[in-house]
């Protein structure tokens, strides 16, 4: 199975084309969005670039194969007035017997790690807007960074997984981290 990940869209399209691309070249199977999809704090120097209907019209495109999480940022009304469900707090994904935990990295991430230091399999989060993947004892935690307001010089990333392999992208389509899980 062939999965996007991206994360921390907070309304700007400006970089989904891009996804939509890789969407339909890749023939990704499934579409993980991880939080933060419409709401933007005002910035007026990207006000412009900001449309939440723009991106819900995006995601509303695929929700035969999207999954999504809610984000802290996301409000209950932009929950209710999504035509596709957004799950809360964390989700599990099995593929290739290899437990996919999602959630939006607010609650749960590697800083926060102590409901999963008995657990294996691989956490995948956003929130922090910083791409890194990262092993500790049976557990990865990969942060596929943001798609449209990264952090710390990143360009905008994503992350596609497939045949147990974790891969982040930037938006230029050079790979930033990988990993291969083995179970």
Request: with cysteine.
């Amino acid at each position: 199975m062939k999965i996007l990940f991206l994360s921390d869209i907070h309304g700007k399209y400006e970089n989904l084309h891009v996804i939509e691309r890789v969407l339909e070249t890749q023939k990704i199977e499934k579409l993980v969005v991880l939080g933060d999809l419409y709401y933007q704090a005002n910035n007026t120097r990207i006000l412009s670039k900001i449309d939440r209907f723009q991106v819900r019209d995006f995601l509303e495109k695929y929700q035969n194969i999207l999954i999504c999480m809610r984000g802290n940022c996301d409000a209950d009304v932009d929950v209710v007035t999504s035509s596709f469900p957004i799950c809360e707090g964390l989700s599990m994904i099995l593929v290739d017997d290899i437990s996919i935990y999602i959630t939006h990295g607010n609650e749960y991430s590697m800083k926060k790690n102590e409901k999963f230091l008995d657990r294996e399999g691989v956490l995948v989060y956003g929130h922090e807007h910083v791409p890194y993947i990262k092993r500790m004892n049976d557990m990865v935690y990969i942060n596929v960074g943001s798609i449209s307001f990264p952090r710390e010089g990143n360009l905008p990333t994503y992350m596609i997984y497939e045949d147990k392999t974790f891969t982040i992208y930037d938006i230029e389509g050079m790979i930033v981290d990988k990993i291969t899980v083995d179970n």
